[in-house]
């Protein structure tokens, strides 16, 4: 599980770039502490040693979600 820091969060290149395959995914939403989280829960592949375990955990905060949701803007021109 993991939380993005954004004070080290930057845009790299990379060389070679992969289309990743779609795999299930579920979200959740909790309060800790007076802030509200939102976690996003991948499952991997339906084909992998233990199918239905949680594969990774990404979770944002206000600040973090804000963060995301301006730069999927910028770089998908959404308005």
């Known amino acids: 599980m993991a939380q993005i820091s954004l004070d080290s969060i930057k845009r790299i290149e990379k060389n070679r770039n992969t ?3 779609k795999v299930h995914a579920t ?3 909790f309060e800790m502490d007076d ?3 939102v976690q996003i ?7 992998r ?3 239905g375990r949680v594969s990774q ?3 944002f905060d206000k600040e973090t979600a ?3 949701v301006n730069l999927l803007k ?3 021109k959404l308005r």
Not at 41 to 47: A, F, L, M, V
Request: proline letters at 4%.
């Open 57 to 59: 955990s990404i979770q």
């Open 66 to 68: 804000t963060f995301l």
């Open 74 to 76: 910028e770089e998908f």
């Open 19 to 21: 289309i990743h395959e």
């Open 27 to 29: 979200y959740t939403v």
């Open 35 to 37: 802030e509200k989280y």
């Open 41 to 47: 829960d991948t499952y991997g592949r339906i084909d």
């Open 49 to 51: 040693e233990t199918p």
